[in-house]
């Protein structure tokens, strides 16, 4: 079993700044790819960014270049640097962790809520 467990969420303006957190703990070594994802409300869970050990980065399109996915193997954690925040990246973030690249992985967080007011 892996679990995750997200911090950094909050309430922000728009244009603001946030950087989430997920610290991942117990079979880790099954981890190849970790990312996040988001759920607005009335809306499907959608894909955010991912990273694999490698590392590669993946982006949806509506955040490329405002948001920046990171990790540190080292402390098993991996970030998630929002900048230039919009009223439209409000939603749940949930950390994933998987171990085959390209599908969800089967390890989720709990979420944390990212608010942006306008």
């Known amino acids: 079993q892996v679990q995750l467990v997200e911090s950094g969420g909050g309430l922000v303006q728009v244009g603001g700044s946030l950087r989430l957190s997920c610290v991942a703990s117990g079979n880790i070594f099954r981890i190849l790819v970790m990312g996040w994802y988001r759920q607005a409300p009335g809306k499907q869970r959608e894909l955010v960014a991912t990273i694999t050990s490698n590392p590669s980065k993946n982006y949806a399109d509506s955040v490329k270049g405002r948001f920046t996915i990171s990790r540190d193997n080292a402390k098993n954690t991996v970030y998630l640097q929002m900048n230039s925040l919009k009223p439209e990246d409000t939603a749940v973030y949930y950390c994933?962790?998987?171990?085959?690249?390209?599908?969800?992985?089967?390890?989720w967080g709990q979420g944390t809520q990212v608010t942006v007011s306008s």
């Open positions: 994933n962790a998987g171990s085959v690249r390209g599908v969800v992985g089967a390890y």
